[in-house]
């Protein structure tokens, strides 16, 4: 089997979920076993499941396996199902319903957006204070209930299955130091009980438990930071990858060099741990191996692939695109650089007053509210706005005539490679690693030097400009892209499958 590591999967995914989905997709294609493995608690986790027409036999997650729902019918548990005092008011308000007996609140009612379907109960004292909140996953039972101290901290947590039993608690205590300390407990599971020394602790057993006594199992680890510990502390041998799929080394300054990215730093170090590393460029795993040695098998396979439907897709006539529209579909994050975007839009809309900006994807932090200031500051309001994450992107890419993305640092970008198989020309920096693999330069897109406001809102306005070169652009793109089809990408994967399949010594 191969697992697939993450920490969680949500409804707003980053390209290392989009990732994640792909692969799966591409090996149950190919007959070959692989799931999604993921260790945080989501109550609407089977909706995310649904909504990426992911099978829940497809992916894992650490409280499903051991409270024993993985596999759960969806039943209703309404509001009408739940039982208050014959004597007490209920009053309700949107999605809230206040229970009050005798003049106190009692308990209110958090409704599900839309509908009458509970999500949590919060329970109080007869001073107001919050004793409990208890949970209820999507599929109609309870799943968590929470306890509260007098200062309204929570002290204790216990995770039910299906089956009304507690399977799992979190402890909240003060160390000696009086600093909050977590341990976690197993319960009801092959008829034994297990302590843990917080999270990370209960990952290692969780993956030993997943992986039994084979040795043949494989672990690509795509989140290093939260699963690399498990991993390396695992008591049962298996194979162990590390998946880059960004820059593993951080951004220069003027007073230092170089460092290793934090979001790597860690598995690097340990390289020696690794069975094998996969890179999505040739670039990056020449790196690897300069810095880092030949000793561990390295493979250079493309984080995502165009499937057949795509490539087939029926091309969209460029003068059906809505004229001068640009498109960052992204992150709205500091490493995206969407503040360089609006600086160089703001030149190109004072050449074309119907030229307008979209940035489509979720913000980190309040990157969001800096750029709409930004955007206030260069009386922009009217032709730039934020779209926030959709989930029928390639609808995106066929309405606009140009895409960009001025990132200082990137992995591969499935956004190029979706947008250039959508007929999308893109400018990009030509920085580590991706862009220029999969932009041809001047054919199908252009090639920018991250920092250069001045080149990339030049670029931006010759595209513009050139209208008949930017279709040209748009037809090459869809050319483009057969490069990395379906069958073309997991040729690459085969020759790691064969890798993984031969006897060696297994960490």
């Not at 989009?18 to 070959?32: D, P, T, Y």
């Not at 489509?360 to 706005?385: C, F, H, S």
């Not at 030097?449 to 030049?458: E, K, L, R, S």
């Amino acid at each position: 089997m191969y697992y697939f590591l993450n920490d969680n999967m949500q409804f707003s995914k980053s390209g290392i979920e989009h990732a994640e989905i792909s692969r799966l997709r591409l090996f149950k294609q190919h007959g070959v076993p692989a799931q999604i493995v993921t260790r945080i608690f989501a109550m609407n986790a089977h909706d995310v499941l649904d909504q990426a027409h992911i099978d829940d036999q497809d992916l894992i997650n650490l409280f499903d396996f051991f409270c024993d729902n993985q596999h759960v019918e969806r039943q209703s548990f309404s509001l009408a199902d739940y039982q208050v005092p014959a004597d007490a008011i209920k009053t309700r308000k949107e999605n809230q319903v206040q229970v009050v007996q005798r003049g106190k609140l009692l308990m209110i009612i958090y409704l599900r957006k839309g509908s009458d379907e509970i999500s949590n109960v919060q329970y109080f004292d007869v001073n107001g204070k919050t004793l409990k909140m208890t949970w209820w996953d999507t599929r109609g039972f309870k799943c968590l209930e929470q306890l509260f101290d007098w200062d309204g901290k929570i002290t204790q947590e216990a995770y039910f299955g299906h089956d009304g039993l507690i399977h799992l608690e979190k402890l909240h205590y003060l160390n000696h130091a009086g600093q909050e300390h977590l341990s976690w407990r197993v319960s009801n599971y092959r008829g034994q009980s297990w302590l843990f020394n917080g999270l990370n602790e209960l990952t290692r057993f969780f993956y030993d438990e997943l992986n039994g006594n084979a040795t043949d199992n494989v672990f690509i680890c795509d989140r290093t930071v939260e699963c690399a510990w498990g991993l390396f502390n695992m008591q049962t041998p298996a194979k162990k990858v590390l998946h880059l799929h960004n820059n593993h080394v951080g951004e220069p300054t003027p007073d230092r060099p170089a460092v290793l990215n934090n979001n790597y730093a860690h598995a690097l170090v340990n390289f020696g741990r690794w069975d094998a590393v996969i890179s999505a460029t040739p670039e990056q795993t020449a790196d690897v191996q300069a810095q880092f040695g030949r000793a561990i098998p390295a493979f250079t396979i493309p984080v995502g692939y165009v499937d057949d439907a795509t490539l087939n897709v029926t091309r969209v006539p460029f003068n059906q695109r809505q004229s001068h529209l640009i498109v960052q579909v992204a992150r709205l994050a500091p490493e995206k650089q969407p503040e360089q975007t609006i600086t160089a839009f703001a030149t190109v809309h004072q050449q074309f007053p119907d030229a307008r900006l979209e940035f489509w994807g979720y913000a980190n932090g309040d990157t969001q509210k800096q750029l709409e200031a930004q955007v206030a500051r260069l009386n922009l309001k009217d032709a730039v706005a934020f779209k926030g994450y959709t989930n029928n992107v390639n609808a995106v890419y066929e309405r606009a005539q140009l895409g960009v993305l001025p990132s200082r640092a990137e992995g591969f970008s499935l956004m190029l490679l979706e947008a250039q198989a959508h007929g999308l020309p893109m400018i990009a920096n030509d920085v580590k690693y991706g862009p220029s693999d999969i932009i041809q330069d001047h054919v199908s897109g252009r090639l920018t030097t991250a920092g250069n406001v001045a080149q990339f809102t030049a670029t931006m306005l010759d595209c513009l400009t050139n209208q008949d070169q930017l279709a040209e652009y748009s037809q090459n793109a869809y050319e483009n892209v057969k490069r990395y089809s379906a069958d073309a990408v997991f040729d690459q994967w085969q020759q790691f499958i064969d890798q993984m399949s031969a006897p060696q010594l297994v960490h």
